[in-house]
């Protein structure tokens, strides 16, 4: 404590794969600062522009302090502020009504992430108490990625981010960690500065790719194709590690035959990269002893993802690089998600009706029968931003007769709720935080009160709770009671109160001792579970894109560039959206394109272009940029329809990914011309 000001050791709580160590600086019950934590071990001080403007966020003008009730039409903006009494009581009301007069199952509930944690289990606690409701299953980051590495290791966990020092090569393979994990570019610029050679594989050059010693610019979606094509020189040349391959690696005697067919020479017309290119590359990671690899998100959100995830995932494992220091496979860790999910006993399970894939969630509403879906609450989600082909969700929640969103701002989701509670920032709740990359629990303490009339989500089901006279007990259990139900054996909130829990440490090499937990207890590149879970091959075979020339000739004559939509600096999903600060309104860089793409469509820089395939639109200005491959454009991810004038995912489609159930927004063909 400085004078008055009292500094609070916390986590930034955007649902982020660095997860930093944060320290908030309080005075006179405010919070006036939030800055990296100098003891955290990949924090070390600093966080990213996006954690610099926590503060801001937290008394943003826009804020939601009070409930609001919609006047106008649905879509319109138009609110009025009631008492909770009010707001709870047309909530509560509207439930029983849909319960009396149809099924409980004709409510559908969405819970996402930003932020969520134990103290977000609240929604469906109240749900079960209400006998029932309807939710969708998979994920829109990154489960098609998680479920081909569980697959292939049985489980998921990254190396240490100080092992990257010990290196020899790093491949960032559709990984802008310069953007996405600046904490891990930290440790990747370290290592560099020790002789570490850094390749980077994206259609783009991003700020990651101008840092680093190689990159390879492959045609979007044929990262399966590349990676199979690397093993053929692999193997060709015997350039894998026979040893470790006999002893710890299953099937790759089928897969040195699959792989025969991806030539360099194939490759090169497939990916868009000459085949010495290729050569070099696998020569190069074959050569480096050890080697690390790190996957980026993207890379798996096409149809074609879990598979492709599976296919780069041979690659370490045939040349020994794994259960080595400075080798690894990252992608995710689960290391310090600890908890049970699921803190509370309810007297019967809730009658749960699993619609699908939620990367067709507004399809499912608008198609769901017996009951059809007549209304919904939404909360830590913003899915008018974020969800693919967004226009079908606007069609279904238009359609229902009732709509409840809990959120902080007045989003486009929330513009579209009849009933907008205020939601508290992760600032005003105690909770727990496991990190993703590396692998650490922390404990989240409340720094502040929540201001104005804002209530926590265990406060706002403990209302609606007593208003449809459901058992209350739970609601009012402390978070750290709550916790000690949740936490492993020797793992106490008091204990993470005093430090992060940190599962293995920075020693710790996953595999080390060459055990994986698959059915076979070996590294499979040949998956009999893939096949039978997933109906793929049980081999990492390489498809298409959903929408490419190779799969669909007829629509890419009609739309020839292939879309992707990246996350940005100034954006965590769509939260940070309304940042002035970090995001201009009008959605900030525009679309970016090769000169000689927008040459042959008579486009001048900043010129306003029509980005549109059949189905939507959105006008952007161009961005000419020599960087990106021809035929690719790019358009960021996160910006408000309300605010920004229009929402990327119009252009993308619904379609699940190979494996997880994930969202395949990246397979998308569109068209440019002069608006």
Not at 42 to 66: F, M, N, S, W
Not at 403 to 429: G, H, M, N, Y
Not at 630 to 639: E, F, K, Q, Y
Request: glycine share 10%.
């Amino acid at each position: 404590m400085a004078g008055n000001r009292t500094i609070i050791r916390t986590v930034c709580p955007a649902p982020c794969y660095d997860a930093c160590g944060a320290l908030a600086e309080v005075e006179g019950g405010r919070l006036v600062g939030l800055r990296g934590d100098p003891e955290h071990r990949t924090t070390r001080g600093t966080l990213c522009p996006r954690g610099d403007r926590h503060v801001a966020r937290v008394y943003h003008k826009e804020r939601l302090l009070q409930p609001h009730v919609r006047k106008g039409a649905r879509g319109s903006g138009t609110f009025e502020p009631v008492s909770w009494g009010e707001a709870i009581e047309r909530i509560a009301t509207a439930l029983s009504k849909l319960a009396r007069e149809q099924d409980p199952r004709a409510l559908c509930y969405y819970g996402g992430s930003g932020p969520t944690g134990v103290m977000g289990q609240f929604g469906p606690l109240f749900l079960a108490y209400y006998g029932g409701y309807s939710s969708f299953f998979g994920d829109l980051c990154m489960h098609a990625g998680m479920e081909a590495v569980r697959l292939t290791f049985g489980t998921l966990e990254c190396h240490p981010p100080e092992d990257l020092v010990q290196s020899r090569m790093a491949v960032l393979w559709g990984k802008n960690a310069a953007v996405t994990s600046p904490h891990q570019m930290a440790f990747l610029r370290e290592a560099r500065e020790r002789g570490t050679r850094l390749a980077c594989i994206d259609p783009r050059r991003t700020a990651t790719a101008e840092e680093c010693d190689l990159h390879l610019a492959p045609h979007p979606g044929t990262d399966g194709f590349l990676a199979n094509a690397v093993a053929h020189v692999l193997i060709e040349e015997e350039l894998f590690d026979r040893a470790f391959v006999g002893a710890h690696v299953l099937g790759f005697e089928a897969y040195s035959s699959m792989v025969r067919q991806y030539e360099p020479k194939k490759a090169e017309k497939v990916c868009g990269l000459p085949a010495a290119d290729i050569r070099e590359f696998a020569r190069a990671y074959a050569a480096a002893k050890p080697a690390h690899m790190s996957v980026g998100f993207g890379v798996q959100r096409y149809r074609n993802g879990g598979q492709t995830i599976r296919a780069l995932a041979a690659l370490p494992s045939m040349t020994g690089n794994i259960g080595v220091a400075g080798g690894g496979f990252d992608f995710f860790n689960q290391a310090a998600f600890l908890t049970r999910p699921y803190p509370f006993a309810v007297p019967a399970p809730a009658r749960v009706r699993q619609l699908g894939p939620v990367s067709r969630l507004g399809r499912l509403i608008l198609n769901a029968k017996l009951p059809p879906v007549r209304a919904a609450i939404f909360e830590r989600v913003n899915p008018m931003a974020q969800a693919p082909f967004s226009p079908t969700i606007h069609y279904a929640l238009a359609g229902l007769d009732f709509v409840c969103v809990i959120d902080q701002f007045l989003t486009d989701t929330a513009r579209r709720a009849d009933v907008v509670l205020p939601a508290k920032s992760a600032f005003e709740e105690t909770d727990l935080h496991p990190g993703p990359w590396h692998g650490i629990l922390q404990l989240k303490p409340r720094c502040i009160e929540p201001p104005g009339e804002v209530k926590t989500e265990q406060e706002i089901y403990a209302l609606l709770a007593e208003a449809m006279g459901y058992p209350t007990e739970d609601y009012e259990l402390a978070p750290e009671a709550i916790f000690e139900r949740v936490l492993p054996a020797g793992l106490s909130p008091k204990r993470l109160s005093r430090q992060p829990f940190d599962r293995h440490g920075s020693g710790h090499i996953p595999f080390a001792d060459r055990r994986f937990p698959t059915p076979s207890g070996k590294i499979e590149i040949l998956s009999h579970a893939a096949e039978v879970s997933w109906r793929v091959d049980p081999l990492p075979f390489y498809s298409p894109p959903k929408e490419s020339a190779a799969n669909d000739p007829e629509r890419f004559k009609k739309f020839p560039l292939h879309l992707l939509t990246p996350k940005s600096a100034g954006r965590q999903c769509s939260q940070w959206g309304n940042d002035d600060a970090l995001n201009p309104p009008g959605g900030g860089g525009g679309l970016a394109l090769h000169p000689e793409d927008a040459a042959e469509r008579s486009v001048a820089a900043g010129q306003r272009v029509r980005v549109f395939n059949d189905r939507g639109e959105v006008k952007v200005p161009a961005r000419l940029d020599g960087g990106i491959r021809r035929g690719v454009v790019a358009l960021d991810s996160g910006t408000w329809i309300s605010r920004d004038g229009y929402s990327v995912n119009v252009l993308t489609q619904d379609d699940t990914t190979d494996l997880g159930y994930g969202a395949g927004f990246f397979d998308c063909l569109v068209q440019v011309e002069p608006a």
